[in-house]
């Protein structure tokens, strides 16, 4: 499997640090406002990139932060009247919410950064006692970057390049600083902001510090994958491999990912442009399976245009292959005979070389477009060789395979059966009496059935209770 790797701008055969499993941090959202759908892009895209890994075998510990301290909240909360934990425990569970629309997986951990303010305090204690940071006299506490010589390696960009840059970019505040590339790390608190008591004053963390720790405390100090829009490789992920590495003396992160910017009618999306949307507004609209498949259509590190037209082509590309499938679903139970035909056996082999292609596009840095087109190969093979003259295996093999594909990347093509209150009533009648008869596999086996359709039970102490998950 080959990934391009922001670091070397190469693509690299992606060699984990430990056999089998995957250390993964994708810099998440900060909580202010509902996510918008360029939020949307690094979401589906990392999501895919750990369900192919898994696809392929791997154990993937995959951590996604949730930044819950920032100016953009305080604000908004001021407007608003309420704390700012208030307005980001809104927007995490809205966000939440989101992510389950477009089918992306709830990440291993997803810390918040005022849960880690004692890890961050520790670490920035440690680069002072290194020599690496340093406080001034207001409490605020700087980086001092050009201690670090890798810095730059990330953005490839050059110290004395940076210094001129800016030099013509002074803004108050800065003359305290030794040098004006280095960074804050932690800053004295203002009236009305939420704040924590520190060595050097009462006050808050700098974002970069959040991300270097919940990435140590969470997956280790070196992963093999971090990843994130490509807005952050410079300064955020620069700053975060030089507080990493200057801490921890290790490699922080073996790959660097990075998605590019999704435009809206080939502009760039800003609120003061009015061309914002969020991941809400195009819910009322499309099932957000169509917003993924969009995001799919496109390598990730191109950039995407969002667009009316766009949408509905992928809404028409995603309906064609939910039809392959209702089609086999159809044929599956229709078939002349339940097993398979002499002649079937071949066209199995010819089916499996659609799914050869697949990974071949996967493996090639996530080609998520060449993955679809062999998807759609496999569509209208299914559309030409599954007649009524099939057996049922050989429909149901097709089917297995489609959705199997489809499922990497995280598109659902099989309707979930609603299953109905009065029917797991039943079922849950029926689990007591198999209990009561000591009959403990048939109980298992009906807990494990609702648990497919997704209704987790519950025994109490005033009997069975269950919700749908
Ligand atoms: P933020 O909440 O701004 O920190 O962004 C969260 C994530 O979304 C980061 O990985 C950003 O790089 C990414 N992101 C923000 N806007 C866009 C966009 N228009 N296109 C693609 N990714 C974006
Ligand atoms: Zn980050």
């Not at 829009?229 to 300064?235: N, R, S, Y």
């Not at 028409?316 to 339940?338: F, H, P, T, W």
């Not at 596999?441 to 919700?467: F, M, P, Q, S, Y």
């Amino acid at each position: 499997m080959k990934l391009f790797n922001t670091l070397t701008r190469k693509k690299e055969e992606f060699v984990p640090l430990e056999e089998g499993k995957v250390k993964m941090y994708v810099c998440g959202p900060t909580v202010y406002n509902l996510i918008h759908i360029g939020n949307a892009r690094p979401m589906i895209v990392f999501d895919t990139v750990r369900r192919y890994m898994e696809y392929k075998g791997y154990e993937v510990s995959y951590v996604s932060n949730f930044t819950d301290v920032d100016d953009k909240i305080i604000k908004k909360a001021i407007e608003e009247g309420v704390s700012a934990e208030e307005i980001s425990s809104r927007y995490i569970e809205e966000c939440k919410r989101d992510m389950e629309g477009m089918n992306v997986r709830p990440a291993t951990v997803h810390p918040l950064a005022t849960q880690e303010i004692d890890g961050m305090i520790e670490m920035i204690q440690t680069l002072m006692e290194k020599g690496y940071a340093y406080a001034a006299q207001d409490g605020t506490v700087y980086f001092r970057v050009k201690k670090f010589k890798e810095y730059g390696k990330l953005s490839h960009k050059n110290l004395d390049d940076l210094q001129s840059g800016f030099r013509s970019l002074q803004v108050s505040g800065e003359e305290q600083k030794e040098d004006s590339l280095d960074f804050v790390l932690w800053k004295p608190k203002k009236d009305g902001e939420p704040s924590w008591p520190s060595p050097w004053c009462d006050g808050r963390p700098g974002w970069h510090i959040e991300c270097s720790v919940m990435s140590k405390k969470y997956l280790g100090e070196e992963i093999d994958i971090h990843a994130g829009g490509e807005d952050l490789v410079f300064p955020h992920h620069e700053n975060e491999i030089a507080q990493s590495e200057c801490c921890n003396g290790k490699i922080f992160a073996r790959y660097w990912m990075h998605n590019a910017f999704l435009n809206i009618d080939n502009r760039k999306m800003s609120k003061s442009l009015g061309n914002f949307r969020t991941v809400r507004e195009i819910s009322q609209q499309y099932d957000l399976q169509v917003l993924r498949f969009f995001m799919l259509n496109a390598h990730y590190r191109s950039p995407l245009n969002f667009s009316a037209d766009l949408m509905e082509a992928s809404k028409n590309a995603l309906e064609r292959i939910l039809e392959g499938v209702r089609r086999l679903e159809d044929r599956r139970k229709k078939g002349v005979q339940a097993e398979l035909l002499e002649e079937e056996y071949l066209l199995i082999k010819e089916a499996e070389n659609f799914t050869v292609k697949f990974e071949e596009a996967m493996d090639d840095d996530f080609n998520t477009a060449d993955a679809l087109a062999a998807i759609f190969e496999l569509v209208k093979f299914a559309n030409t060789k599954v007649t009524e003259k099939s057996s049922c295996a050989f429909a149901e093999n097709i089917l297995n395979q489609l959705v199997k594909l489809n499922n990497v990347l995280g598109l659902e093509v099989i309707q979930k059966e609603e299953i109905l209150d009065k029917e797991i009533e039943a079922l849950i009648e029926e689990r007591q009496e198999a209990r009561k008869a000591k009959n403990f596999a048939r109980a298992d086996e009906i807990r494990d059935e609702l648990l497919e359709k997704g209704i987790i039970l519950k025994d109490t102490r005033e009997g069975v209770k269950w919700k749908r998950a």
